[in-house]
């Protein structure tokens, strides 16, 4: 059965909390992010809540650099390889 965004929601709490533990700079990047969408292997992140605290809360650059660890810790909680896209 494929993942659904509901299951993610439930799990993504186990995802930050393997970033925390493996790639500390990776969780503090996307802590915050919000799940705003799952198309069949697409995740779709919303930042716009940390936006509203200006540059020194916005993490978009290290994002980029770090979304390969967000992709493996889903993948080690869910089993699921998802694409990580930004809203």
């Known amino acids: ?6 299951t993610l929601r439930s799990q993504w ?13 990776t969780w503090i990047a996307f802590f915050d ?4 969408a799952l198309d069949g ?3 779709t992140l919303d930042f716009s809540d940390s936006r509203k605290f200006g540059a020194p809360h916005e993490y978009s650059a290290v994002r980029d650099r770090q979304i390969q660890s967000l992709v493996a810790a889903i993948f080690s909680i869910t089993g699921e390889m998802l694409e990580v896209v930004e809203k």
Do not use: G
Not at 1 to 6: A, G, I
Not at 13 to 23: F, K, P, Y
Not at 33 to 36: I, K, N, P, S, V
């Open 13 to 25: 709490n186990q995802v930050l909390d393997h970033l925390e533990r493996t790639d500390r700079v």
């Open 33 to 36: 992010a919000r799940l705003a």
């Open 1 to 6: 059965m494929p993942l659904d965004l509901p």
């Open 41 to 43: 292997t697409t995740l």
